[in-house]
């Protein structure tokens, strides 16, 4: 038997990504839909609401001003479809939050999870009657915590960590990558995660027809090659590294 399979992974918050992966099945007539990891943004976009009533964002390199409540709309789904989060505001609360990073770090918290739960409310609606599902496996940028929030839903399967049967196929999964400069949230030792790895293909009984959902690229395969990195962390576009898994490789 054929099994047909969509995948895609990284889209990093997007509403309008998720939307799209959400009709993927139905739309390529496949079997399996999975998203492969990074589902969360990485940013939260301030939107300021001025004394005068209008408001401001500074956001993709320029400053917008928006006059009406129609503009603030439509610059907040620009901002959502990009993947990223708004806080509004005023001026005061923008000042006062400089000083306090604590309350930064759950502000972008309650926005994820805030999306996420609206995420969640898509699929049900639209592949609950179909009894379709989204197989899904957090990547190394995503936070623990959003584990939790998957598991609320029948309609998406966490993946993590485990060995599911894809209509024959054997598949493994994980987000868990090798140490980046970022210091992100589901990274590990080129050693952990080769543990992390044989834990998985040891459960796997026919290799010869399993899949490695993998979120790591393999050093040394072409897939892992981007710019060098300078110390303070910007791009060296003159030379390029190789910044793959050897545990994956």
């Not at 300021?48 to 006059?67: I, Y």
């Not at 599902?133 to 623990?144: F, H, M, S, T």
Request: net charge negative.
């Amino acid at each position: 038997m054929t099994t047909k399979i969509y995948f895609c992974t990284d889209i990093h918050g997007s509403t309008r990504c998720w939307r799209k992966l959400v009709s993927a099945g139905e739309f390529y007539g496949v079997d399996r839909v999975i998203l492969g990891g990074d589902m969360t943004g990485k940013a939260v976009v301030p939107i300021v609401r001025q004394p005068d009533g209008n408001c401001t964002s500074n956001f993709l390199g320029r400053k917008w001003s928006l006059k009406n409540a129609a503009e603030t709309e439509a610059h907040k789904k620009l901002i959502v479809d990009a993947g990223m989060y708004v806080f509004e505001g005023t001026p005061d609360v923008f000042e006062e939050l400089r000083a306090k990073k604590e309350r930064v770090d759950e502000i972008f918290k309650e926005k994820v999870v805030e999306r996420l739960r609206e995420w969640m409310k898509i699929a049900e609606v639209n592949l609950r009657p179909k009894n379709r599902q989204i197989i899904v496996a957090p990547g190394n940028d995503d936070q623990l915590y959003i584990d939790s929030i998957l598991r609320e839903s029948d309609v998406i399967l966490d993946a993590e960590g485990r060995v599911l049967d894809l209509d024959g196929h054997e598949m493994l999964s994980s987000g868990w990558t090798n140490p980046t400069p970022w210091n992100t949230a589901r990274e590990c030792s080129e050693e952990d995660l080769k543990k992390k790895i044989e834990d998985m293909a040891s459960q796997v009984k026919n290799k010869e027809t399993s899949i490695f959902n993998l979120h790591a690229p393999p050093s040394g395969s072409g897939l892992d090659v981007a710019p060098k990195l300078k110390e303070n962390l910007e791009i060296d576009p003159r030379e390029m590294a190789e910044v793959g898994s050897t545990a994956v490789a």
